[in-house]
């Protein structure tokens, strides 16, 4: 019904940059809230950021000043511009997005992406 495809996910050195970015498709009335979570080995999920649709923002504390996270309702689409990037951003990174379905527009259900790897290492 509802799928994010996530793309920008590598290797990169400590204080190098990479944007994540994630499209959503499928039977989509309007999406709520977007957002990016990761999983580092052996860690539990940890939210990193989520934008609602009115563009309010809320980051994980240690990201904060270092990533941004923005969308483009027109394209379903969520980024995350991840600048000075540090050994312990290492993980892979969800996207996540709160949907209301065409067929179902009073239901909202929750959706995963697949995985993007990030590595940060020299």
């Known amino acids: 019904q509802v799928q994010l495809e996530e793309s920008g996910g590598g290797l990169v050195q400590p204080g190098g940059s990479l944007r994540l970015s994630c499209a959503a498709s499928?039977?989509?009335?309007?999406?709520?809230?977007m957002g990016w979570y990761r999983q580092a080995p052996g860690k539990e999920r940890e939210l990193v950021a989520v934008?609602?649709?009115?563009?309010?923002?809320n980051y994980a504390e240690s990201v904060k000043g270092r990533f941004t996270i923005s969308r483009d309702n027109a394209k379903n689409t969520v980024y995350l511009q991840m600048n000075s990037l540090k050994p312990e951003d290492t993980a892979v990174y969800y996207c996540n997005a709160d949907v209301r379905l065409l067929r179902f527009p009073s239901v909202r259900g929750e959706y995963w992406g697949q995985g993007t790897q990030v590595t940060v290492s020299s």
């Open positions: 934008i609602t649709s009115g563009d309010t923002t």
């Open positions: 499928g039977s989509i009335f309007s999406i709520n809230a």
